[in-house]
């Protein structure tokens, strides 16, 4: 905010980029409302004073934000928008976002082969503009779609990445990415391994604000929490991370349904029905600080071994 109101009105692409800037950094705290205002006001105002750039990077964070909403058809018209902006102007790296970003809005919506071409040809500009970090979340969302088609390269796809951000210490980033590495565990039935990952990562979660993949991540635990025997905790937690993407309008990916699906289904099928809805109205009066602490307080070796009672 700070450096919007130093913008003012002398320099009108100053404050395009000042704009831009709120706009993605609210975006990155899940605030997408106020994403999608900010972000709209830098477009109209980089497209009168008719800076090619600054428009493209606006879009970029507008069809991010809209995505976050699932509102992916108008998202998809924005990037096409934002690349056609990029290559006019000639601005290679935001041209790579471009690709980049068209490549996980079809990850979303399971178009795969097309995800992973615009994967491929992002990772190549990014590459040739010498950006480590951007290549580090191709590798990442190739590792993302690798592993909701069930192809073995998504573990080396994660540890390239995982490899690329610690070089850089990106603490919150290697732990968004740590925590898909314990969704890829558990999808290959290592429950340990995904209930550590999980377990370790949280807080980073928590610290950085990360609502939508802390709910990915306590789905993912309801899941362990079903399979050892606490069905009623597990729903809890469905419930915690449902109020969760609804504080945030978030839904869940259609890429994510699935899965998220399968997992209701198996709580609910050891569950009464009456039982079920309390627990799931219990985990949404929680707040998510409270589920993260439930689940750090829990002892890993009790509950691995179907010993411990309830949180």
């Known amino acids: 905010m700070l450096a919007l109101e130093r913008a003012g009105s002398a320099n009108l692409r100053a404050r395009v980029q000042a704009l831009t ?5 609210a975006h990155l705290q899940d605030d997408n409302d106020v994403a999608i205002t900010w972000l709209e006001e830098s477009r109209a105002l980089a497209r009168t004073i008719g800076d090619l750039p600054g428009e493209a990077m606006a879009l970029l964070g507008l069809a991010l934000a809209l995505r ?18 990029s290559r006019a102007s000639e601005a290679r790296w935001i041209a790579a976002y471009a690709n980049f970003v068209q490549g996980v809005l079809a990850m979303d919506q399971t178009d795969y082969p097309f995800a992973q071409q615009q994967f491929v040809k992002a990772n190549q500009l990014f590459a040739q503009c010498g950006d480590r970090g951007f290549t580090a979340w191709v590798h990442f969302n190739l590792g993302q779609t690798a592993r909701f088609t069930g192809q073995h390269t998504a573990a080396a796809h994660y540890e390239q990445s995982l490899r690329l951000f610690r070089a850089t210490r990106s603490r919150a980033a290697i732990a968004e990415v740590s925590i898909c590495v314990g ?14 990952l999980y377990r370790e990562h949280l807080p ?6 990360n609502r939508r993949h802390t709910a990915d991540c306590l789905d993912g635990i309801a899941e362990i929490a079903w399979i050892y025997g606490q069905a009623d905790w597990a729903a809890q937690l469905l419930g915690t991370a449902a ?3 609804e504080s945030i309008g978030v839904p869940v990916a259609p890429a994510e349904r699935p899965g998220y699906e399968r997992i209701v289904a198996g709580v ?3 569950m009464d029905e009456a039982g079920f809805t309390t627990a799931i109205n219990t985990g949404r009066a929680l707040s998510w600080e409270q589920a993260v ?9 009790a509950f691995l071994d179907g010993q411990a009672a309830h949180p």
């Open 268 to 270: 609910r099928g050891v």
């Open 183 to 196: 969704h890829l565990a558990r999808a290959h039935g290592d429950y340990v391994a995904a209930w550590r």
């Open 243 to 245: 109020a969760l993407r």
């Open 293 to 301: 602490d439930q689940v750090l307080a829990m002892s890993m070796d």
């Open 204 to 209: 980073t979660l928590r610290t950085f604000g």
């Open 21 to 25: 800037g709120v706009g993605w950094l």
């Open 68 to 85: 976050k909403r699932g509102q992916y058809e108008r998202a998809r018209l924005v990037v096409v928008e934002s690349l056609e902006l």
